[in-house]
């Protein structure tokens, strides 16, 4: 069983779209995939309203999931950490006990633009046609993700 955690900062936005996005691309039997936020703002919140209905409009339902914070923990629960952007990679970065910790850090954009460290954009201060820019990110990066895993 494989375990990967999509984090970005919140936990309401880019990352539980990630993780429901790589959920429907992967068969639930070989593989967890959750996600967190490395602030604790939204801790036991549902993703935001404009996540939830990008994800609704392609089929992804992400309305139970819930926010929590990234701890030192998910080192050891999980075998790939996606960041959404360099500020969250450092953060996660930050939290690492030694190598083994950060070898399992990495950019979700480099999938799609290998060592290019591109950002997901945080949508969350902007219209809905962020949110629906985000989800495309996500969706080409989640499919070279799934199609390396299967």
Do not use: W
């Not at 999509?6 to 429907?24: D, K, Y």
């Not at 970065?93 to 950060?102: G, N, T, V, Y």
């Not at 945080?122 to 070279?144: Q, R, S, W």
Request: charge should be negative; hydrophobic fraction near 35%.
């Amino acid at each position: 069983m494989t375990k990967i955690l999509m984090v970005c900062l919140g936990n309401i936005c880019r990352s539980p779209l990630a993780e429901g996005i790589l959920r429907s691309k992967l068969p639930y039997e070989d593989f967890v995939i959750d996600s967190a936020g490395t602030a604790n703002y939204h801790t036991g919140s549902n993703p935001d309203n404009r996540s939830i209905t990008v994800g609704n409009k392609y089929g992804i339902n992400i309305s139970k999931l819930m926010g929590r914070q990234f701890s030192v923990r998910d080192f050891d629960d999980f075998d790939i950490i996606y960041a959404m952007d360099g500020s969250n990679f450092d953060n996660i970065i930050r939290l690492a006990r030694h190598e083994a910790d950060k070898a399992k850090v990495k950019m979700i954009l480099n999938e799609v633009y290998p060592d290019q460290n591109y950002d997901v954009p945080d949508p969350y201060h902007g219209g809905t046609h962020g949110f629906e820019n985000v989800y495309k990110m996500l969706d080409e990066a989640c499919d070279i993700i799934a199609e390396k895993l299967k």
